[in-house]
C-alpha cells in the first residue's frame, strides 16, 4: 500500500516522532505545555484539546512518524513526558527507501527547511529529534497573532511561517525581545492590513471575521 487515501487515526509513541521544519516558537510549546498541565485531572478535557488538532504525521522508513503539522503540540507532550498521542496520518510511506521518501516528502511540500532567520537549509540540517527544534520567535508572534483573530488557519503548508517571515520584515527583532505583547498588538494591524492579503487564511480588515 503507497499511501492511505484518507487520513486515519491512531495512537502512536511520541518517542516515534521526527520534526519536518528546523524550528518551532518556543513561546508557543510554553503555552500549550501550560494548557496541558491545567487539562491534567480533566481526562476528557485533556482527550477533547488533544483531538481538536491532531499532530498530522506522514509514516516514514524505520517506523518513523513525520510530524507536518502541530509540531508545538508535539513538542509539548514530549516536555510534559507524555508517552503516546491520538495523530492523524495523513501518507503511509515507509515502504519506500530512504531516497524515494525524502522525494516524496518534497514534492508534497512536507518540509520547512527555513532557520530561525529566514535562511533556506539542506535537508541534512533537519534535527533529529522533536527536542532538538530551535527556536524562531516570529513563530510564536506569528501563533499568538493567530490565536488573537489577526488571520485564520490555513490549509496551506506551513501556513504561520509564511507568516512569521511577513513579521519578521516588519517588527526588528529587539522589539519582539523586549516588548512581545506589543508586537503582538502590531501584528494585529499588519496581519489585517492590505500588505498582507496575499498570504494564506488573510481576513482583511472586516474585524468581524474571525480566525478558527
Known amino acids: 500500500m503507497n499511501s492511505v487515501t484518507a487520513p486515519r487515526h491512531e495512537n502512536i509513541a511520541l518517542s ?22 491545567a487539562l491534567e485531572k480533566r481526562p476528557a478535557e485533556l482527550v477533547h484539546f488533544i483531538l481538536e488538532m491532531p499532530i498530522r504525521v506522514v509514516l516514514g522508513p524505520g517506523k518513523r512518524a513525520y510530524v507536518i503539522d502541530h509540531h508545538h ?7 510534559e513526558k507524555f508517552i503516546t498521542a491520538p495523530m492523524q496520518i495523513e501518507a503511509d510511506f515507509s515502504h519506500l527507501p530512504a531516497r524515494s521518501f525524502w522525494r516524496k516528502m518534497r514534492a508534497g511540500h512536507f518540509l520547512h527547511l527555513v532557520n530561525a532567520k529566514g535562511v533556506a537549509k539542506p535537508l541534512r540540517s533537519l534535527p533529529k529529534d522533536l527536542q532538538c527544534l530551535k527556536d524562531d520567535p ?47 498588538r502590531k501584528g494585529l494591524k499588519l496581519a489585517r492590513s492590505p500588505h498582507a492579503a496575499h498570504l494564506p487564511g488573510y481576513l482583511g480588515s472586516n474585524t468581524s471575521k474571525r480566525a478558527k
Open 16 to 37: 516515534r516522532l521526527r520534526p519536518t521544519q528546523l524550528t518551532v516558537g518556543m513561546l508557543e510549546v510554553k503555552h500549550k505545555r501550560r494548557r496541558l498541565r
Open 73 to 79: 503540540l508535539g513538542l509539548a507532550l514530549l516536555k
Open 138 to 184: 516570529y513563530r510564536s508572534l506569528a501563533g499568538f497573532v493567530r490565536s488573537a483573530g489577526g488571520f485564520a488557519k490555513a490549509p496551506a503548508p506551513f501556513c504561520e511561517f509564511l507568516w512569521a517571515d511577513f513579521f519578521r520584515q516588519r517588527i526588528s527583532a529587539k522589539s519582539l525581545r523586549k516588548r512581545f505583547d506589543r508586537c503582538v
